[in-house]
């Protein structure tokens, strides 16, 4: 088994014991390891190197310090990364073979290409506070950041558009800029770039990843009041309920449904009042996303290009607003059973 594929089931990790005539006890603390977590991509990758590399000695406490490390850190090309994930005689091996194609320094640079280009270079570089002290010193560097961050600030931003731009053609750019993002990273970008068939599978791949690597898509507000709909169901098959933490989210084309009962085709999207723009609360050009400059009206066009496709799919949908939930509870967990039919 020479190739990495993207996905690793468990199925995959027992295949590969048996052909490398991997221990019983460690099948059996893989086994373990599968029973007490909901693993990611980078996490089976890591118990397929342990295997592969036989690193799996003590493998329980080999893959908690993996998983342990800080997300940057996992990234870091250092020797210590590359022990932990391929073991002390192919670890310091991989290392010096990956350093070996780094053959660019700083003298070769300047030696093939000149001072000016060089510096050229430096300036186009990702800006940190750090890499600015490093290079311009204790005093000058903060400064030099601290405008580089003032002149960038919201560069994508609505309001940056207008303030450049002018009113008309400042919503025009930005539309147009979001717009272009949204077929970049969608189905139809993919297969522009790629091809159709390997287009689709890239794209699906990609997919399933953020599925599976997903720990903040939800809330713990809808996830306590998806509970309090289906607590009184006794006796009643749950197997067709799904939501985040009832036997996961699941998928209708690219979108991931908040909770579905599948016997029934019948869906409750939770809409937090922030992400998803509460127009009772926010107004058409706001930008109450904390973590994107999407304006409402984005928003709202977003949500609705979802809601079509799932009524196109023969779903039948009931919106819930964070902001009902927090006001009457009780009245909100009573209009999802009637239209559940649970009551």
Known sequence: MNTIKSKFYFTDIIKLC??????????????TIFKTRKLIPCEYKFLHNCLLYTNYNDIINTFNTFCNIPPVSKKKNSIEMHILRYGPIHGPKKYAEKNKKCTVTKESYIKNHGVDEYNKVQSKKIMSIDSCIRRYGNIEGPIKFNNFCQRNKGNHSLERKIEKHGAIKGLELFQASRANLKHIHGLDGYIERYGKIEGTEKYHNKIDKM??????GYSNISQDFFWAIIEDLK????KYIKFQKCGGEISKGKYKIDFIDLKQNKIIEFFGDRF?????????NDTPNPFRPYTSE???????????YLHSQGFKILIIWEKEVKEDKQAAILKCKQFLNYD
């Open 18 to 31: 048996n052909d490398l005539n991997i221990p019983q006890n460690v099948i059996d603390d893989i086994t």
């Open 211 to 216: 599925h599976l690597s997903s720990k903040r």
């Open 235 to 238: 006796g009643k098959d749950l």
């Open 276 to 284: 998803h723009a509460n127009p009772l609360i926010f107004d058409k």
């Open 298 to 308: 984005y928003i709202w066009s977003r949500d609705k290009e979802k809601i079509d």
